[in-house]
Structures are given as C-alpha cells and as structure tokens.
C-alpha cells in the first residue's frame, strides 16, 4: 500500500505542523473551514482527535489556523532560478532548475573536492527525509559537511543526556506523567505559550495538590502558574543549580541510597556545589536566597527539612528544562547541573519523576536521530565508529570507506561558507537561517558569498530569497511522514490533501539530485518504504526504530522507541513509553553525575552595554515566522522589545514607541513593551521577526556546538527620530 499521493475520504486523522508535541488533529477537506472556502483558498476543516492521548482534541491557535497557507499566493508552486543578466529570480521548469544544480555541483566538486558542498537539514523534516538527506550527502554527495538546526535547539540538553544516561531521548517518559508528579521545575520553559496543550497537566498537577516550580527571567504565562517563581537573570540557571545542590546536601536530604546504588560521581559533585552557600547564589543569579531555600524545601520534603525522620515517600519531583536553561554557551554544563539535582534527589527511573527536555520542532527528537547531524548516522551511531559505518553501509549497499567522516557544527559549517575551507555551495530544507541563526548578519554575508544557494521550501523566506536556485516542495499534511515527538513517540502524520499543482515533495528533490549526479544507488520517493529502511539501519544502534511500522503506529497511536523488531515467531516488542526503571543505558547501567564549574555567559554586561538582552517566542508566531507570518489568521503585529518601566524610565523610553537595541554585532529597532514581568536589568525580543538575531552572541557550547542565544549584553535608547 502508497502511503503517499491518496487522499483518502475525510476526515483523515493526521498531525500538527509545527512543535514538537506533534498534537493529533483532524483535517476534513472539501469542507468550509474556519478560513472559509472562498477566493482561492480551497476548504479544509481542522477538527479535534480526541482520543490522541497527547492532546485529547487541544490545540494551540497555530495548530487550528494551519490550514492558512493552504491555496495561500505566498505559497511557491514554481521552481525558480537567478537569471544572471537580471540578476532576479524567474521561474523555470523542474527539469531546468534540477540539472542546473546537480551540473554546477559537478563542477564544483571536481574544481574543488565533495567537501565544497554543504548541507543544512531541519528538526522539522520527516524522519524519513532527514534519513533520505543523510543519506544523500554522505552517498550522493559524498559531503561530510551536513548539519541541521537542531543544534541551535535542544542540542546542550542532548548532549548532557548522552554524558549522564548513556541515551538522548527528551522526555524518558510520556508527557501526560508529568500531572502525576508532586513537585515540577522547569527551567527556561514557557510552555503555556510554546506548547499550551501540554500546560493542562501543570494545571491537573496543582488540582491534586502538585507544586509547580518555574524559573524564568521573565514572568511567563507559565510563571503565572507557578507555586514557585524564580526569577533569575538570564545566564546563571547553573548557579542556581549549585546553590540547590549545597542546599540538599547539608540538609542531609540527598538520597544516599540511591546514588550509591545507581549512579558514580556523587563526590566530585558534593565538592564542585560546597563553595555555593545560599548568599553567594543570590549574588550570582539575582535569586534571593530564602527563595532558593524555599525551592530546596519543595524538593526535600517537608520531613528532611525539619531534619527530623524522613518521611518514607519523598516527593516525586520531576525537572524538566528548555531552551532558556540550554541556549548558552555553558548549556550543556547547566542542564548536566539540573540533572544532578533530580538524581541528588534520587528521581530518574522512578515512576512520575526525573529530568526531561522539552524538545522544540516538530521532528526535534526524530529529526537528530537519523544521520542529518554533522557526527552521526542513523539510528544514533557514531559516525567515527567503524562498526556503525559498516552496518549503515550494509543498508545502504556502499563501501565503508566510501562514507565520509565528521562534519562541521551547523554554526561553524555555516560561518565556513565562502572562507577558504568552507563550502562553496549550500542546499537548504528546512530551516529560515537568514531569520534564525546567531549573529545573523555575518552568517547572511556568508550565505552571500556562495557559489551556489539551492533552498527547498513552502514558501519565499528570507534565506530562499537569495538562493540562486529555489525549489517548492509539499508541506505538512500535502504528504505523508513520520515525526518522533518530544516523548520519543513516532507518530504519523498522514497525508489528508493533494499537494498544490507544481510542487515536488523533498523525497522527490533528493532522488531527481541523486540520479543527475550519478549516486551509486537509487534514492526511494516512497515513504514508507525508507521508513523500512530507516528501521534496518537504525537496528541495533541506540534509537532503534526496526520494531516500528506505519501499520502499527496507525494502530497504537504512536510508538515509543527503543522497539526492536522481533525475531521470527516471537511478540513483537511493545516499544519503550518509558526508561531507566531498572538501569541506564551507559556501559556500567549506572547514571553518571558531572561536576560543572560554572563560568556564566560569554558576554558580561559593561558600561557600554549595561543590560541583559535574551530572546525567545510568543504564542502565534512560529520560529523564523516563514510560515506563520504569512497566515492571516494569526496577528503578526511585528517584533517588539519587553522592558520593565524603571528601564523605560531611566532611558526615556514610552509603551508602543520605538526603541533601538544595540550589542557588539549589531541592531534594531521596534516599539518598546513596557511590562512589570521582566527584570528590570534585562530585555526580551521575539526573534520570529528578522532583527533579534542582527544582536545575538555567536558564542557556543564547547560540548554541544549550541549558540547563546539566551544572553549577551545591550544597550537600549530611544533613537533621535
Ligand atoms: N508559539 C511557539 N511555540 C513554539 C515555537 C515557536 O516558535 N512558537 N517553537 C518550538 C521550538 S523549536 C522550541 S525549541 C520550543 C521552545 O520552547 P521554550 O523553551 O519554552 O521557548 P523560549 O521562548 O525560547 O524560551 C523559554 C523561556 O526561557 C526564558 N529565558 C530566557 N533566558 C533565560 C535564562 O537564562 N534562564 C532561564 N531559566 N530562562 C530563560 C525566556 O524568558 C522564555 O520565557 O518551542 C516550540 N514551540
Ligand atoms: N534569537 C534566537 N534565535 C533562535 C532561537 C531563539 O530562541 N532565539 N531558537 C532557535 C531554535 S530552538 C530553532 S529550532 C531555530 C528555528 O529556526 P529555523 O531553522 O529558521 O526554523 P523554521 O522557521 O521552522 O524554518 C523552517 C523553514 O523550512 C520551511 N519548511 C517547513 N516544512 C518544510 C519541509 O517539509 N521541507 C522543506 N524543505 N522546508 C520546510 C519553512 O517554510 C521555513 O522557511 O531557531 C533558532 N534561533
Ligand atoms: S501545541 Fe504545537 S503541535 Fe499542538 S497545535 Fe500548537 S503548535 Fe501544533
Ligand atoms: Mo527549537
């Protein structure tokens, strides 16, 4: 059976395009929907799916107004190609616009090496096209200059749970857990506004009697629902870690037991928090310390803070971090401090406890699993370790030696276009990099200084804009895909519409490439059958999909990975809700505690920079916007810049007036939001809108590669005119 290209009779149950909850929702076609049937804007009706378990028929407003690029004039139907008289875009044929690129990366290559060309993925991608453009680089290509943006996303949060837990799964245990918990802390999340149906279990959490910790910068939708609010500045969450640490520890209310029996480490992390005494915390984070010590009070239990007998049933307390905790260039150290203090306290592998992530895009979780990361290969295998290559060779029926090794970091590859060693031709899917990468004008001056920018995407955006070749290609529910989701739950996301005249799906771009530069082997177009073969290759490796198939996900509602398949005659392995019951998957089953050494943001506030700038979402808008602002049903009213009102005072600055923002790279302009909820030392700017990024740091995690978009340090005015 095709999965692709039937549209079945309405309605068809299928998935979200945007976060990574990947909420279930309905598409009826034909029908006038929300958006009406007039014009040019064919109906389609989206509807609740009930009974998906992740969202129980929720949706956020960008889930309900998806259907608004549908027969949108923004939507690319065409191919298009930079015409060297005019020095425009035109439209072109696909046939003309595929042999130009696949004919200048010949050339490319045979002047300059594989290495000249570059490829950029997206954690949004399917898993079988960030499988398929693995693949494509490391066979077609034979490029080891592959990264995505995955790594300006949850990568710090990877990377730490790789160190610890020997496995990188954002949350090891289904989202709906988290309402059985009595104490959650996020960190850096606000997810009433990032992924809103998720907030009703914060909300089924206190009805039961559960506290919800929330430490933010800035006083979030999230924050409001809050027992605890912390309000940190921006850069200092590892302090505050420590300063936790110290506490439970000379509380006594370290779970002894426990870290002796599952994990190693325990004592160079007792060392690294004895110098963060409550007061020398509240120096360092802002955080004052009797709000510390009513946090460490929440985590102990009330029994270990009276010192007195310990109740026999500590809290279940469960940590869960997100991009304002891991967006720095200590991220990978802040979220290892943050895990230390849920295994201090004795939570992962416990029922309704431990440390998750909260991944972000769509495909975040799937989307790093499957070989598109400059380091890997499918199934999370190294790329440097020769029994993987051999076995993802096996699948794919090459050599070896032919697989090129590691690549660069998505910012590093990026920041190398057009120097000396760095490529001199990029195909982008899936990401808006003139929007979201750090320190965005230098990187913009990068992409202008290729040979070659191809850019499959929906829609102009920004970076497709200055592509000297632009392909459209199918979106969202035009196609059929699967997408692991935040809980590492392989949903389906079915195909309910008939993609729009003109437009190729990227599986077809990949293999019309493939074949005109002569791949050694065919690449498939059928989903399904890569999903097989993504299965085959991943067995075995670390996130094994070969016991999953569309067949089953339609059935189970999704499937948790690690699922093997089963060998002949046997049950089939139900697959993984939930991990760590029993061991960890390092070598010796035990989690491994890392001392981190706090050292604070690349970028200190001076005299000339006085404030804190850190950056983040709003609730309509998604991402670089390419999509969402282009969809009428959400209100772009632009960016903006949050300041609290002894800022404005100070600098003269009136709510809904302009302000300019300035750091060392750059700056922007935008009307001032004068709000009470934000430190008075800090500003907040939306980056959905192309200016945040002009200002943003490009330092990165030594660990994970991943920038610091979170904090550096600005100045605010009002400009003259
Ligand atoms: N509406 C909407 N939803 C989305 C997305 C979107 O673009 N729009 N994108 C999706 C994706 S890809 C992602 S990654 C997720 C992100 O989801 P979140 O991580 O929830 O979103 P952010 O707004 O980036 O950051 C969260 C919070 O971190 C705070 N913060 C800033 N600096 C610091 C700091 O130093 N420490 C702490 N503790 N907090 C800090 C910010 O004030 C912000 O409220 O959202 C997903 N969902
Ligand atoms: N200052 C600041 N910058 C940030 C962040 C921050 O918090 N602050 N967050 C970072 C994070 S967490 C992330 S995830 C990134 C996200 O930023 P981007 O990587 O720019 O992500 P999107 O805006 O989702 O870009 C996806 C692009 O691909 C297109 N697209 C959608 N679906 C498909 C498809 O199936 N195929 C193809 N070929 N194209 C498709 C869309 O139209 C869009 O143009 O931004 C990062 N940048
Ligand atoms: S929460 Fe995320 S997946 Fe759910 S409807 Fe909103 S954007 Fe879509
Ligand atoms: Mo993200």
Request: net charge neutral; charged share 20%; glycine share 12%.
């Amino acid at each position: 059976m095709s999965w692709n290209r039937i549209v079945p009779p309405a309605p068809t149950q299928t998935h979200c395009p945007y976060c990574s909850l990947q909420c279930g929702m309905t598409i009826t076609r034909g029908a006038a929907g929300p958006g009406g049937s007039t014009g040019r804007r064919p109906g389609l009706e989206i509807g609740a799916w009930v009974d998906f378990p992740v969202n129980e028929g929720a949706l956020c407003r960008k889930g309900w107004a998806a259907g608004g690029l549908r027969g949108s004039r923004e939507r690319l139907t065409t191919p298009l190609v930079r015409d060297p008289g005019t020095g425009e875009l035109r439209a072109a044929g696909w046939d003309e616009a595929l042999d130009l690129v696949a004919g200048r990366i010949r050339v490319l290559q045979e002047a300059h090496g594989k290495d000249v060309v570059a490829v950029f993925g997206g954690g949004g991608l399917t898993n079988e096209k960030a499988y398929q453009l693995g693949k494509f680089a490391r066979v077609a290509l034979g490029t080891s200059q592959i990264d995505y943006n995955g790594r300006w996303c949850m990568s710090s949060a990877a990377s730490a749970g790789n160190q610890v837990f020997g496995i990188d799964r954002g949350l090891p245990f289904p989202l709906a857990d988290v309402e059985h918990a009595d104490v959650v802390v996020l960190v850096g999340s606000n997810l009433a506004e990032t992924m809103p149906p998720a907030a009703r279990h914060l909300d089924r959490l206190r009805e039961r009697g559960g506290r919800v910790v929330v430490i933010d910068p800035r006083l979030t939708p999230t924050g409001e629902r809050a027992d605890l609010f912390l309000q940190p500045v921006p850069g200092t969450d590892l302090a505050l870690a420590l300063g936790v640490l110290h506490l439970l520890d000379a509380r006594g209310a370290v779970d002894e037991a426990y870290v002796a029996a599952r994990t190693t480490g325990f004592d160079d992390v007792r060392r690294a928090a004895a110098a963060w005494w409550p007061e020398r915390v509240e120096r360092t984070t802002g955080v004052a310390a009797d709000e510390l010590r009513a946090l460490v009070t929440l985590l102990a239990g009330a029994a270990a803070s009276a010192g007195g007998e310990r109740s026999d049933r500590r809290p279940r307390v469960m940590v869960l971090t997100a991009r304002g905790a891991e967006q720095h260039a200590q991220g990978t150290a802040t979220v290892l401090a943050w895990i230390d203090v849920a295994l201090a306290l004795g939570m992962p592998g416990k029922p309704y406890a431990g440390y998750g992530c909260l991944t972000g895009q769509g495909n975040g979780q799937g989307g790093r699993e499957h070989g598109q990361k400059a380091d890997q290969l499918p199934g999370y295998r190294m790329i440097d370790d020769p029994a993987a290559r051999a076995h993802v060779a096996g699948v794919w029926g090459v050599p070896p030696e032919s697989l090129p090794g590691k690549g660069r970091s998505a910012y590093e590859l990026l920041d190398s276009l057009g120097q000396h060693d760095g490529g001199k031709a990029l195909l982008v899917l899936g990401s808006n990099i003139v929007v979201s990468a750090p320190n965005a004008t230098r990187i913009t001056r990068r992409l202008e200084s290729l040979d070659l920018l191809v850019v499959c995407d929906l829609v102009l955006s920004e970076t497709a804009a200055l592509a000297d070749v632009v392909l459209p290609v199918t979106q969202w529910a035009e196609e059929t895909g699967t997408m692991t989701n935040l809980e590492g739950r392989v949903v389906l996301r079915r195909q309910a519409l008939s993609p729009p005249d003109g437009v190729r799906s990227d599986l077809d771009v990949l293999a019309g490439l493939a074949e005109r530069l002569d791949a050694p082997i065919a690449f498939s177009t059928d989903p399904e059958e890569i999903f097989a073969e993504l299965g085959r290759a991943s067995a075995g490796g670390r996130a094994d999909y070969s016991g999953i198939s569309y067949a089953r996900i339609a059935d189970e509602k999704g499937v948790f990975w690690p699922c093997p398949s089963a060998p002949e005659g046997q049950a089939q392995h139900p697959g993984t809700p939930r991990l760590f019951a029993d061991s960890f998957a390092t070598p010796d089953g035990r989690a491994r505690f890392v001392a981190p050494e706090y050292a604070g943001p690349a970028e200190q506030p001076d005299p000339s920079y006085p404030v804190h700038l850190t950056t983040g979402r709003v609730l309509a808008q998604y991402q670089s916007g390419a999509q969402t602002r282009r969809i009428r049903d959400l209100a772009d009213d632009g960016a903006f810049v949050e300041l609290h009102p002894l800022l404005a005072d100070r600098i003269g600055a009136t709510d809904g007036r302009p302000v300019v923002v300035r750091t060392r790279r750059g700056e922007m302009r935008a009307p001032a939001r004068v709000v009470t909820t934000i430190r008075p030392d800090t500003v907040f700017v939306p980056f959905h809108w192309v200016g945040a990024n002009r200002l943003t740091n490009d330092a990165l995690d030594p660990v994970s590669r991943m920038p610091e978009f979170k904090v550096c340090a600005a100045q605010v005015l009002v400009p003259a005119s």
